[in-house]
Structures are given as structure tokens and as C-alpha cells.
């Protein structure tokens, strides 16, 4: 059974910082991509950042790009999302996913059960 659990949201001030980590359990990271999406007041969910099975190729939405970093311990089975130079358009429940289909992003079979992260101005 694949199971994965997020953790790291929270409050922060806009221009500030987050890390987020998906704990993976079920399936190796070293063999299947997983990625990041977000859901905002409102919207569609949409994809965030993916991070490939060899763990050398990534993945940004045009809103991340710069400022969010997504890499793995395969060590820990766990993939994280690092947030930098946060915005309050960045206020989203945040989502992992595997396995999203590369390039296309579209998203896996499997969620989290998310994780809020709310930035403010």
C-alpha cells in the first residue's frame, strides 16, 4: 500500500521560507517520480514541481520557477519542497503526488493528505 504523509506548512510572512517533506512509504522514490501540487482558495489544483525517478531531472510551474527547490533523501524515502522567497499567492494547501507522468505533469495515482501553507503580506 502506497502511502504518502507531508508535513512542514504553516504561517510565514511574505519573503520568507518553508520546507516541506513527503514521506514515502509503499514505493521506492528511487523508482518512481513524485511531485508537488497546490491547491488555492478557489482554484483548480494545479502542479507545483516534480522531481524525476533518477532524481536528476526537475520540474516547475512558471510561478515556482527561482524560488522553490524540490530534491530527495533516498536514504529517508522522502521527498522535499523547498519554498524561498514566499508570497501571499503562495497560499495553498500543498499536495504530494506519485507518480506524475513526465513532462506532460499530469498528475499520479497516489496523494497525501496535504499540508497548508499560508503566507502573509
Known amino acids: 500500500q502506497v502511502q504518502l504523509v507531508e508535513s512542514g506548512g504553516g504561517l510565514v510572512q511574505a519573503g520568507g521560507s518553508l520546507r516541506l517533506a513527503c514521506a514515502v512509504s509503499?514505493?521506492?522514490?528511487?523508482?518512481?517520480?513524485v511531485g508537488w501540487f497546490r491547491h488555492l482558495p478557489g482554484k483548480e489544483r494545479e502542479f507545483v514541481a516534480a522531481?524525476?525517478?533518477?532524481?536528476?531531472?526537475?520540474y516547475y510551474s512558471d510561478p515556482v520557477k527561482g524560488r522553490f527547490t524540490i530534491s530527495r533523501d533516498d536514504a529517508k524515502n522522502t521527498v522535499y519542497l523547498e519554498m524561498n522567497r514566499l508570497k501571499p499567492e503562495d497560499t495553498a494547501v500543498y499536495y504530494c503526488?506519485?507518480?506524475?507522468?513526465?513532462?506532460?505533469?499530469?498528475?499520479?495515482?497516489?496523494w497525501g493528505q496535504g499540508t497548508q501553507v499560508t503566507v502573509s503580506s
Open positions: 503526488n506519485t507518480a506524475p507522468t513526465l513532462p506532460s505533469t499530469a498528475p499520479g495515482e497516489y
Open positions: 509503499g514505493r521506492s522514490v528511487r523508482r518512481y517520480a
Open positions: 522531481l524525476d525517478w533518477l532524481g536528476f531531472n526537475t
